[in-house]
């Protein structure tokens, strides 16, 4: 599954385009955050990707995961996230789900 | 759906555990929480309670939503994280899952 890396400096926005859109190509993302500020940003990304998705009916859940990772030589346990559409987590699938934007015409 | 507060300073082990608790009896839960810290606290609490419920064969999925709330008269955006099992999920339900502890015999 692809991995977002989210800093505490990441835009939330940004991100939950980001998210949104490998969610769409993949029917899943993972999410890595290292301390509090970077999984504060994290969590509000998802909170707007919620946002983006809803118009189609869709919604997301996250399912959070300690994992431990190397940064320097050192060893850090950082949180990943596991985003799912709602519907796909039914059988624990990542189905590909059509979550084309919703366009005003 | 009752709801759990998390500070800064709460112990993920026991949000952990009062959160399996609460989800056992309503088949629900929502955390609440406001500031980085006491998100981070919340999501390793919620990630603790999985290796709880997993035991009985049952995942948790969080949802995360903005709430607005009064502190001292200020407005504040805290985070709240709606609680369910994974398998509630399937169509919104919040069915009562027996959620029972696994004790060694």
Known sequence: MEVLKVAARSNPNSVAGALVG???????????AVGAGALNQAIKAVTIARGFVAPRGLDIVCIPAFVD????????????????PRAAGINGLSEKLNLEPVTAR
Chains 1, 2 share one sequence.
């Open 69 to 84: 990772i190397e940064i320097d030589g050192q060893e850090r346990t950082a949180v990943k996230l596991i985003i799912e």
């Open 22 to 32: 490998v969610l769409r190509e993949k029917g899943g993302v993972e999410i890595q």
